[in-house]
């Protein structure tokens, strides 16, 4: 297998384009939003929060209902506030970064694969960016020797797009010039897991 990122392949519904082979790197930011429904229940929160503090008077009433619904909306901000960004040389997934060069195979997961790779395929090694509101997501290997974390799985509502930005800028940093999966790379993992939604050994609530 030559070059550090040597192809992007599918899982069997969705065939992967591949990326351009040079030139400058497609350029990625991508940011897991929550959907609106989960906006409706933070209003939710407040309303309910206002219900239960009724029979302590309007001014407790109208005190639960804005403080339910601000810290239910801040919490629902800040999970999808995540991002995913292939930058400098470098993914960088929620707080974790690695270099394009440690990177390996990216497959890409339709919702059925990826249900299978965040549960019953899971390895607990793997680093796993999750949001279960995500259906799809990219499996990226990573060939780093001195890195114990298998691969990378990343929520995305673009896999496609994320693998030929992936695959683009391994080209753009020279990965693609006879560089083996296997050897070392000299960059290696470093961030923390961003666990949310699904399940499996490496799964957060």
Same mark, same amino acid.
């Given at each position: 297998?030559?070059? =550090? &990122?040597?192809?992007?392949?599918?899982?069997?519904?969705?065939? /992967?384009?591949?990326?351009? +082979?040079?030139? !400058?790197? $497609?350029?990625?930011?991508?940011?897991?939003?929550?959907?609106?429904?989960?906006?409706?229940m933070?209003?939710?929160?407040?309303?309910?929060?206002?219900?239960?503090?009724?029979?302590?008077?309007?001014?407790?009433?109208?005190?639960?209902?804005?403080?339910?619904?601000?810290?239910?909306?801040?919490?629902?901000?800040?999970?999808?506030?995540?991002?995913?960004?292939?930058?400098?040389?470098?993914?960088?997934?929620?707080?974790?970064?690695?270099?394009?060069? =440690? &990177?390996?195979?990216?497959?890409?997961?339709?919702?059925?694969? /990826?249900?299978?790779w965040? +549960?019953?395929? !899971?390895? $607990?090694?793997?680093?796993?960016?999750?949001?279960?509101?995500?259906?799809?997501?990219?499996?990226?290997?990573v060939?780093?020797?001195?890195?114990?974390?298998?691969?990378?799985?990343?929520?995305?509502?673009s896999?496609?797009?994320?693998?030929?930005?992936?695959?683009?800028?391994?080209?753009?940093?020279?990965?693609?010039?006879?560089?083996?999966?296997?050897?070392?790379?000299?960059?290696?993992?470093?961030?923390?897991?961003?666990?949310?939604?699904?399940?499996?050994?490496?799964?957060?609530?």
């Amino acid at each position: 297998m030559s070059g =550090a &990122l040597p192809g992007v392949s599918s899982g069997p519904s969705q065939p /992967a384009p591949r990326g351009a +082979s040079g030139g !400058a790197p $497609q350029p990625y930011d991508e940011r897991l939003t929550v959907p609106r429904s989960w906006w409706v229940m933070a209003v939710g929160t407040g309303v309910a929060m206002a219900i239960i503090l009724f029979p302590f008077g309007p001014l407790a009433m109208l005190a639960g209902l804005a403080g339910g619904g601000v810290l239910a909306m801040t919490a629902v901000s800040s999970y999808g506030s995540v991002r995913i960004r292939v930058v400098a040389g470098s993914l960088v997934a929620g707080k974790a970064r690695i270099p394009v060069t =440690a &990177l390996g195979e990216a497959v890409v997961l339709d919702e059925a694969e /990826a249900s299978a790779w965040r +549960s019953y395929k !899971a390895d $607990q090694r793997a680093f796993m960016l999750l949001r279960s509101y995500v259906p799809t997501a990219l499996k990226v290997e990573v060939t780093d020797p001195q890195d114990p974390t298998p691969y990378l799985y990343l929520s995305t509502r673009s896999p496609k797009r994320l693998a030929q930005a992936l695959q683009a800028a391994v080209a753009a940093a020279g990965g693609g010039t006879g560089r083996t999966a296997g050897e070392e790379t000299g960059g290696g993992f470093s961030g923390e897991r961003e666990t949310g939604g699904g399940a499996g050994p490496a799964a957060g609530a």
